[in-house]
């Protein structure tokens, strides 16, 4: 194989820039000769032809939705349409600074605000912020609102936090970094949520309740209003963690189901490019009683003034505004505005009928979930094991789990194996072993943006390796740059960067 | 609306369920908690449609490459290569997970295995992490990574200090980071030369961390700090945030002895975009390791002993870990330090020092101009310079500001709006792209401005 370090070519085929606008005995005489480098960073020495060449080879030993279906559950890997990238190449955002006037900002501003109103309008919410980067800050900044919140009430002794066992991993890691005491309540056997179990532990220290719904089951708490009875009463906050918001946009929101907080993660739900672990964005929204804590700033906007300068020309004047007891900043700038505006793009394409995004969600899942559970006799009878419904329900929302316990207690191939072989299909391999609630466990998302017959064909193709020799899943994969990788080994060894083949040279 | 393949099919798909309508789909949301009402928004638009908004709107921003700027601090009007972008938006990568499946992702896992070593030679300091949101983030997690590393033989427990000159922004974000962990924030001070008060310093001796930042948020490059690990102590992480780009130039904190280096990793990869998606960098020595955040790839080999690489030490992370996890970063910004890694590919170890001192040259020719001007006084002129520097002018620096962006400049960042007692002070920011016809347009607008004020 090769890597990056193995260029070390001429000093004089690298990339050419400008002289400095000074000598160098001129730029030199004013820093300490104590504080010079010694000798550059053992970079590679690459010209443009070649190092081209390396990140197309990289590139084409890495899946991504464009090279074929992605059904990683929770992760919502729909397709990102490429206008988007085009736009925020545009000079207008790529070139901007954040700390720009508001009258060099007004295109920004506005499509910030169309933003928050959108976003806020889709979940019932009163006010949104979108600074915070990624899901897992917009849990942690709106843990913050309801934390100061709570002490502004004289009731800063609220301590603790409830997450159900199958929440995703960051609710109790971003509440405990605010430094809440996690209480962990076990499912109900039917994966909903049990109302017995939360009455139990709410009570006069309860700060707030994290959890999403649908829940990463994929199926909707139908007892979801009553657990945000019960946790208000009690005086807490109910928080939604929004990765599942691609199920339910248009047809039940977080505000109607009593949540006072809510984050979006745009990357999801909004196609935000992934990126091979991001950017993301994760804008929050809350109600009224908490939108003083807010982060600052916010985009705000008034009739346009005669003696303002030109705007966008709707008629309004856009302006940063401070919530009045902001707690501050949680990322240093106004959050991934490129993010923001590739996300706004894609709202674009919706406008009102962001309802049928979710509805060809929905579908898509029901649809291969009900392809996969129901083969042909012909197939079944060479089936090893089935799997099991993850949890028992006539419909499930945009995603779904199956548990291979069977296929693992009959012939010995786990969740992973079967994702594994997966990978020789020319798919990604679905979400493994989460929620951990559900034994070898497989969490399927199709998105909206599959057709019929990719749908069609990944059932056909589960199904198929149900039917394969055990050892060969086993095995699996084949076909792949490398077969199955040893993380084991890498944890113990820890070769964390390159030894530095040429280093000495330098 | 084209972005759904089976619309128009919903029917067909239904009927093989034995369903007949969408509704029946959603029939376990129960009635009291649906939505009666159609969503009040504007009706779909198409690619066409909306390409035009983008044009209009993002059109009517004035863009820091329209006219002279030197709006920095922070961040860098850089120049990023072609190349990047192009290959960076290539579909495998740009559409891509979190590489969970390590078979199918050796490309970005290579890329970001390539990363963490340009990162931990450019600070040299041995480990690296897939990056931070920005340059804040990682501060104020190395802050609290550095206090449970140390906390346990800590003589001050529970307790950092961080430089008065970290800005607002930087410190709040910190503030919020910190304040769940119940740690005590005190502040060094510094000298008339915006020079840390060196022998002052060891007050934070056995404490858990120092954070200190080298350019300051004056620009500042202080020849204490190589002393200040020694002040300290081996118990008390030295964090220090850094100017990516002046590593070209300026010795590595991993030389004086830094424990742990943040910064902004945004002048490699990308532009300033109004401040996101932007990059933070960390990096740290063993000690930290199992105490760090963020992803973290790992060379390892397959069953047939073919080299290959997976993410690793996922232990201290909030999917395994949950509440106990070390942090509860998940989603970073990879494409973008994959943007940055192809960058600093490209530059190399010449390229990086040439670029430097690109800088370097831009900050000392225009801190030369401006100081020749009569009414502007330099704030730390005896002060050893790079990429910002602080200038005191007659009047408003806000107003003056304004007034001379109506002039056409953008002439900086009013320090008012940072600290109240800096109302008349501007940090100038250079760059690369620093031209000397930028620097006379700098300068003409500064004695318009002091022309001004004194009529």
Redesign the interface.
Same mark, same amino acid.
């Given at each position: 194989m090769s890597d990056i370090f193995s260029f070390n070519g001429s000093p004089k085929a690298g990339w050419s820039q400008p002289d400095p606008i000074l000598s160098d005995s001129e730029v030199l005489e004013t820093i300490p000769s104590s504080m010079l480098r010694n000798s550059p960073p053992a970079w590679p020495r690459a010209s443009e032809p070649e190092l081209v060449r390396h990140y197309t080879w990289l590139s084409r030993r890495n899946f991504g939705i464009d090279t074929g279906f992605y059904p990683l559950g929770s992760c919502t890997m729909k397709h990102n349409p490429r206008v988007n990238e085009r736009i925020v190449n545009l000079p207008g955002i790529d070139r901007m600074h954040p700390l720009q006037p508001e009258h060099q900002i007004q295109g920004i501003l506005s499509i910030f605000y169309e933003m928050q109103e959108m976003l806020a309008v889709c979940s019932g919410m009163d006010q949104v912020t979108l600074q915070p980067v990624a899901g897992a800050q917009g849990e942690f900044t709106a843990m913050r609102c309801i934390q100061e919140y709570h002490r502004e009430r004289g009731e800063g002794h609220r301590n603790k936090v409830i997450v159900p066992d199958s929440a995703h991993g960051t609710n109790p890691a971003s509440a405990s970094m605010c430094g809440y005491e996690i209480i962990e309540i076990p499912s109900a056997e039917d994966g909903r949520i049990d109302l017995e179990a939360l009455q139990s532990v709410v009570g006069e220290d309860t700060a707030a309740m994290m959890i999403t719904n649908p829940s990463t089951l994929g199926v909707f708490e139908p007892d979801i209003a009553r657990a945000s009875e019960m946790v208000h009463s009690a005086g807490g906050q109910m928080y939604y963690d929004g990765a599942n918001f691609n199920a339910i946009i248009g047809k039940t929101d977080p505000g109607l189901m009593g949540f006072d907080a809510v984050h979006y993660n745009l990357h999801k739900t909004f196609s935000q490019p992934h990126g091979g672990g991001g950017p993301g964005s994760g804008p929050i929204g809350v109600k009224e009683h908490l939108s003083k804590y807010l982060p600052s700033p916010i985009a705000s906007r008034r009739e346009i003034a005669e003696d303002d300068p030109e705007g966008v020309g709707d008629g309004y004047w856009y302006n940063w505004v401070t919530p009045e007891k902001t707690i501050g900043k949680v990322q240093q700038w106004h959050g991934n505005a490129g993010a923001v505006i590739r996300c706004w793009a894609f709202y674009r394409r919706y406008g009102r009928e962001l309802e049928r995004m979710s509805e060809h969600a929905v579908l898509n899942a029901n649809y291969l979930r009900f392809k996969i559970m129901n083969p042909d006799s012909e197939v079944l009878t060479k089936i090893h094991a089935m799997p099991l419904d993850g949890a028992p329900t006539d419909f499930v929302m945009h995603e779904f789990t199956l548990s291979m316990i069977d296929m693992k207690n009959k012939v010995g191939v786990t969740g992973k194996d079967i994702a594994k072989r997966l990978l020789d299909y020319g798919v990604m391999a679905p979400t493994l072993y989460f929620p951990m609630i559900v034994p070898e466990c497989l969490m399927i998302e199709p998105t909206e943006t599959e057709s019929k017959e990719v749908l069609d064909k990944f059932a056909k193709d589960f199904l198929n390796i149900l039917t394969e020799d055990p050892d060969i899943i086993k095995g699996a994969p084949y076909t792949t740059d490398v077969s199955r990788v040893d993380e084991v080994w890498a944890a113990r060894n820890l070769i964390l960067r390159h030894p530095g083949n040429n280093s000495e040279d330098n | 609306?084209? /972005? &759904?393949?089976?619309?128009g099919?919903?029917q067909?798909? !239904?009927s +093989?369920?034995g369903l007949n309508s969408?509704d029946?789909?959603?029939?376990? +949301?129960?009635e009291?908690?649906?939505?009666k009402k159609? !969503?009040?928004?504007?009706?779909?638009?198409s690619?066409e449609? %909306?390409?035009r908004? $983008?044009?209009? *709107?993002?059109?009517?921003? +004035?863009?820091?490459?329209?006219r002279p700027?030197f709006?920095s601090?922070?961040?860098s009007?850089n120049?990023v290569?072609t190349?990047v972008?192009m290959?960076a938006?290539?579909?495998?990568?740009?559409?891509?997970? @979190?590489?969970?499946? $390590?078979?199918?992702?050796?490309?970005?896992l /290579?890329?970001?295995?390539?990363f963490?070593?340009?990162i931990?030679?450019?600070v040299?300091l041995?480990?690296?992490n897939?990056?931070m949101?920005?340059?804040?983030?990682s501060a104020a997690e190395a802050i @609290?990574c550095a206090v449970r590393v140390h906390n346990k033989k800590a003589t001050q427990k529970d307790t950092i200090y961080v430089s008065e000159l970290v800005p607002p922004?930087?410190m709040?974000?910190i503030?919020?980071?910190v304040?769940?962990?119940?740690i005590n924030l005190h502040t060094l001070k510094h000298d008339e030369n915006g020079h840390l008060d060196i022998d002052n310093a060891s007050i934070a001796h056995g404490s858990c961390a120092v954070y200190v930042e080298q350019p300051n948020s004056f620009g500042i490059?202080d020849?204490g700090l190589?002393d200040l690990k020694g002040k300290i102590g081996e118990n008390t992480a030295l964090i220090v945030g850094i100017d990516a780009v002046s590593?070209? &130039?300026?010795?590595?904190p991993g030389?004086w002895g830094a424990d742990i280096v943040v910064g902004e990793g945004q002048p490699f990869g990308?532009?300033?975009?109004?401040?996101?998606?932007i990059y933070g960098i960390f990096a740290c020595t063993e000690k930290y390791?199992r105490q760090m955040p963020g992803? %973290?790839?790992?060379?390892?080999?397959? @069953?047939?002993e073919?080299?290959?690489?997976?993410l690793?030490?996922s232990?201290r992370? /909030?999917? %395994?870990?949950?509440?106990?996890?070390t942090?509860?970063?998940?989603?970073?910004?990879? *494409?973008?330090a994959?943007m940055g890694?192809?960058h600093?590919? !490209? *530059?190399?170890?010449?390229? +990086?020092?040439?670029?430097a001192?690109?800088v370097? $040259?831009?900050t000392?020719?225009t801190r030369k101009a401006l100081s020749s001007i009569e009414g502007v006084e330099l704030i730390h002129p005896k002060s050893? %310079?790079f990429r910002d520097f602080a200038i005191k002018i007659p009047g408003d620096s806000e107003k003056a500001?304004?007034f001379m962006?109506s002039k056409g400049v953008?002439a900086g960042?009013p320090m008012g709006l940072w600290w109240e007692s800096h109302s008349s002070s501007i940090l100038v920011g250079c760059d690369?792209r620093?031209?000397?016809s930028d620097i006379s347009s700098l300068v003409l607008a500064i004695k318009e401005w002091i022309k001004e004020v004194k009529n």
């Open positions: - | 609306m084209d /972005q &759904l393949p089976n619309l099919r919903e067909e798909m !239904l +093989i369920m969408m029946e789909l959603f029939s376990n +949301i129960p009291d908690v649906r939505r159609p !969503l009040p928004l504007p009706p779909p638009q690619e449609e %909306i390409w908004d $983008a044009q209009h *709107l993002l059109g009517s921003n +004035i863009d820091l490459d329209s700027s709006l601090a922070g961040l009007r120049f290569p190349m972008g290959l938006t290539r579909g495998e990568f740009l559409t891509s997970y @979190t590489p969970y499946q $390590a078979e199918v992702s050796q490309g970005m /290579q890329a970001m295995w390539e963490q070593t340009m931990s030679e450019l040299n041995p480990i690296s897939v990056s949101y920005d340059a804040s983030t @609290t922004h930087r709040s974000v503030k919020n980071y304040q769940g962990s119940g490059l020849e190589l590593l070209g &130039l300026v010795s590595p030389d990308i532009g300033p975009t109004f401040g996101g998606p390791i992803r %973290i790839v790992g060379q390892t080999y397959d @069953t047939n073919k080299q290959a690489f997976t690793t030490l232990t992370e /909030q999917h %395994i870990r949950r509440h106990r996890a942090s509860n970063i998940c989603s970073n910004e990879t *494409l973008i994959l890694a192809m600093m590919s !490209l *530059l190399g170890p010449e390229g +990086i020092t040439v670029l001192k690109r370097a $040259a831009s000392q020719a050893s %310079i500001v304004s962006d953008i960042f690369e620093t031209s000397e």
